[in-house]
């Protein structure tokens, strides 16, 4: 699965889709597969709290090279620095590249675009169909051809991480499932991911699983505190 | 209806929508611009209006305006903004202008640092305005108490004539969690607006003003305040959470983010056989007084996002300053569940 997707790994979505969970959870599992060297870009100009960039300590622990969009702490100025265009072109790298939040997010990208082989690129739109603008088959169609027009990307799949945080239940994941399989139905967008925080949803089987589209992640917790 | 995925600042912004707010005026602050961005788009399509104010104070005296023609109307900001927002807060309280404040900390003082704090207790429990005055303090600690403080808000700020405030640390409106905005809140019985607002006078005309230049006038409209306003506020808006108080011989005090922390403390110190517990107030202006009267408890320990703002206020509720001990961090530092247990254990070690 992870080594299946392409070299660079772009992960959209509508804010509060829970990018950043994923995208950390992504390329730990990543690195542990990959034998190229693995780097994650917090390209997030627009979020104040809850960044990638906040572990990047941990990630460089496990061997992750991290990039970060911010000048010095005091100031947290919102920037892109250069070297994250290495990864885009150095073939020695595997890349996940996690964006601030709707196509607004998906802005930084073009300063990018001019050095990006679009045949390298995996573009995952992350859906959670409980954030109320994406609630509806339109609406999740609507946001996704938004972030096509914005970044200048198509996207390449769905990624469903349906969540109500710690009060998520295998049903919810279910029902996440069969509003983005209408959305994927009309639009061509293959469902490449589920995903679930396994010590919240509890009454997760085998048998829920198999019913689930793409293949099935469980994540951990690594941006919410455990009081939250 | 069913629970939606919001946060904080986005559902504070729907939840005003909700009670009615018609009005909305701020300046650009992190952490709570979502506020302003939400109720930018969605207020109009609600048919009120949104205005982007050239400062912070020109804001809160828009609502000076708006309240006074009787809209229900809200600003919102972060502390060095709710600090430059005190003046016209003052002017709302003696005008008798309802109108809601909503203030989502970050670390101070001056510009600080937008990481989320508690450093504005005093600012909003004591204000920096002039005078003799009170104003409610709400203290959400999750988004869907967020939700319910803002609807409660705009009652209470009708019912009584009076500013309100919501306070947030940074963190309640930046997080994201599962919320119902259906949740009933407890509605009032309020003063018709056509006994007091602008335009309804039909030739006796009625005046909102912050001057009563006759000082025994002024004395008297003083006590007024105090004797219809904020003593029944006292004996009625008072709200607070016990947690896991019944066998309790400690209680940690908190509200808001900490309070969270502290509940995640509090299973940890239990299994290692304290009996310790919450009080947490949920209005911090009233504060709570019967749940210190509890002489079971041998220590409060207060716990903020702050140097022990709230201290004073539980040493006069316990009415024993001794039996008042703190922990904190301050400056936009959250303090983890674990330094929170290894702090209580050696606060009550101490004193065993």
């Known amino acids: 699965m992870y080594l299946d997707d392409k070299r660079v790994r772009i992960i959209s979505g509508h804010y509060g889709s829970g990018k950043t969970e994923f995208a950390v959870n992504y390329v730990t599992n990543l690195k542990k597969l990959s034998k190229n060297k693995v780097a994650i870009s917090d390209m997030d100009i627009v979020n104040v709290y809850f960044r990638s960039r906040e572990k990047k300590d941990e990630l460089i622990k496990q061997g992750i090279e991290v990039f970060d969009s911010s000048i010095g702490s005091s100031a947290d100025l919102p920037a892109i620095p250069k070297e994250m265009l290495v990864p885009f072109v150095d073939k020695e790298y595997d890349y996940v590249v996690d964006l601030g939040g709707n196509e607004v997010g998906t802005i930084v990208l073009r300063r990018f675009r001019e050095h990006i082989d679009i045949s390298e690129v995996d573009f995952f739109m992350v859906v959670n169909v409980f954030r109320p603008d994406t609630q509806t088959v339109d609406a999740i169609i609507e946001q996704k051809e938004r972030l096509e027009t914005t970044s200048g990307f198509k996207i390449t799949g769905f990624i469903n991480n349906t969540n109500l945080v710690r009060e998520t239940s295998a049903e919810d994941l279910l029902y996440g499932d069969k509003l983005l399989k209408e959305a994927s139905e009309k639009t061509g967008v293959p469902i490449k991911y589920t995903s679930y925080v396994k010590e919240v949803v509890k009454d997760m089987t085998p048998e829920i699983i198999s019913k689930l589209s793409g293949d099935v992640i469980p994540l951990k917790y690594y941006m919410r505190e455990v009081w939250m | ?352």
């Not at chain 2, 650009?28 to 104010?53: C, D, H, K, M």
């Not at chain 2, 809209?71 to 709302?92: D, F, N, V």
């Not at chain 2, 005093?122 to 319910?148: C, F, K, M, W």
């Not at chain 2, 009080?279 to 009233?286: G, Q, S």
Request: with cysteine; aromatic share 8%.
């Open chain 2, 1 to 352: 209806m069913a629970k939606v995925l919001m946060k904080g600042n986005e559902a504070t912004g729907k939840a005003a929508i909700l009670a009615g707010c018609k009005f909305f005026a701020g300046y650009p602050i992190t952490p709570q611009n979502e506020v302003p961005e939400y109720l930018s788009r969605e207020l109009p399509l609600a048919g009120g209006t949104f205005v982007q104010a050239e400062s912070e104070v020109a804001a809160i005296n828009m609502l000076y305006g708006a309240g006074s023609a009787g809209a229900r109307c809200m600003t919102s900001s972060s502390s060095p903004g709710i600090a430059l927002k005190q003046e016209g807060i003052g002017y709302c309280v003696f005008g008798e202008v309802p109108c809601v404040i909503n203030s989502v900390s970050r670390g101070g003082p001056a510009l600080g640092t937008i990481q989320p704090s508690q450093q504005d207790y005093n600012q909003a429990t004591r204000g920096g305005a002039n005078g003799d005055y009170h104003i409610p303090v709400l203290a959400p600690a999750s988004i869907q108490e967020a939700v319910d403080a803002i609807k409660e808000a705009f009652e209470i700020a009708d019912f009584y004539r009076t500013p309100v405030m919501v306070l947030q640390d940074g963190l309640i409106g930046q997080m994201m969690e599962p919320v119902d905005f259906d949740k009933p809140v407890k509605k009032r019985e309020i003063p018709p607006k056509s006994e007091w607002a602008l335009g309804y006078g039909k030739g006796n005309p009625h005046i909102i003003e912050g001057i009563v230049i006759d000082a025994p006038a002024c004395e008297q409209k003083n006590l007024r305040f105090f004797k219809e306003k904020y003593e029944v506020m006292e004996a009625n808006e008072v709200r607070y959470e016990e947690y896991m108080m019944d066998d309790a011989e400690y209680a940690f005090v908190a509200y808001g983010s900490s309070s969270r922390i502290c509940k995640t403390a509090i299973k940890t110190l239990r299994d290692k056989g304290i009996k310790i517990g919450l009080i947490r107030p949920k209005t911090l202006w009233p504060f709570p007084q019967v749940p210190f009267q509890n002489k079971n408890i041998k220590l409060f320990i207060d716990v903020e996002m702050n140097m022990g703002q709230m201290v004073p206020d539980v040493a006069l509720a316990c009415n024993d300053k001794n039996k008042v001990k703190f922990f904190g961090r301050c400056g936009g530092m959250i303090p983890s569940p674990e330094e929170v247990v290894a702090a209580a254990e050696k606060i009550i070690g101490g004193a065993e």
